[in-house]
């Protein structure tokens, strides 16, 4: 009589028990030698370290800097050229400043797309080429519509909602593009039943 045994439970076993230790590994290793954090290029620490507001250096190296800055700094005779510049820098700053023209394409960012969904925080932005944009709260499935009009974004209101499958909202998706909307609008905007 002959048995028939399969190895198949016995390996998903091994490998549940592996992965727990090889994961306990790289939780245990030493810190100064592989940091889980992200490693950053001196010019990112540099413009980082430029942000702060603290008066302090934080460290000898940033002393030496600022000794080094306060050695390199020009003479009143070099300065005077620096003055005079900035003096006509200022006559020029209290005339108008010309406004410059609309292009009729607006930014991107999702700073800017904030008026069009006011009560929306953490953007981000999924398409957008500066006249309609696609943009919704991160790490969620709430998701706006906008098109630049007037110099500023405003919101594409739908129209109804969805009657067959996930009630969300829909649009009228003819009439955009009849008013040129790019593909990725007339292919992702939810159509109405």
């Known amino acids: 009589m002959s048995h028939n045994?399969?190895?198949?439970?016995?390996?998903?076993?091994?490998?549940?028990a592996i992965?727990?230790?090889c994961f306990s590994l790289v939780a245990c290793s030493n810190?100064?030698?592989?940091?889980a954090e992200p490693e950053f290029s001196d010019?990112?620490?540099?413009?980082?370290?430029?942000e702060e507001t603290t008066s302090e250096p934080a460290t000898s190296e940033a002393a030496d800097t600022v000794t080094e800055t306060a050695a390199a700094e020009?003479?009143?005779?070099?300065?005077?050229?620096?003055?005079?510049?900035?003096?006509?820098?200022?006559?020029?700053?209290?005339a108008p400043a010309a406004v410059p023209a609309d292009t009729g394409r607006g930014d991107c960012s999702p700073e800017a797309l904030q008026p069009a969904a006011p009560t929306m925080t953490n953007i981000r932005v999924s398409n957008c080429d500066g006249?309609?944009?696609?943009?919704g709260k991160d790490s969620t499935d709430w998701t706006a519509w906008a098109r630049y009009e007037g110099g500023q974004w405003v919101?594409?209101?739908?129209?109804?909602t969805t009657t067959s499958g996930l009630?969300?909202?829909?649009?009228?998706?003819?009439?955009?593009?009849?008013?040129?909307?790019?593909?990725f609008v007339t292919e992702n905007m939810r159509r109405c039943d």
Do not use: K, M
């Open 43 to 50: 010019a990112t620490a540099a413009s980082s370290s430029a």
């Open 167 to 183: 009630a969300v909202s829909c649009y009228d998706v003819d009439r955009w593009a009849a008013e040129g909307a790019p593909a």
């Open 74 to 94: 020009p003479t009143s005779a070099e300065a005077a050229p620096a003055e005079e510049t900035a003096e006509s820098g200022n006559a020029e700053s209290e």
């Open 19 to 21: 992965a727990p230790l």
């Open 5 to 16: 045994y399969s190895l198949t439970p016995s390996r998903y076993l091994a490998a549940a």
């Open 155 to 160: 919101a594409i209101e739908s129209i109804g």
């Open 31 to 35: 810190d100064a030698d592989t940091s």
């Open 131 to 135: 006249q309609w944009a696609h943009f």
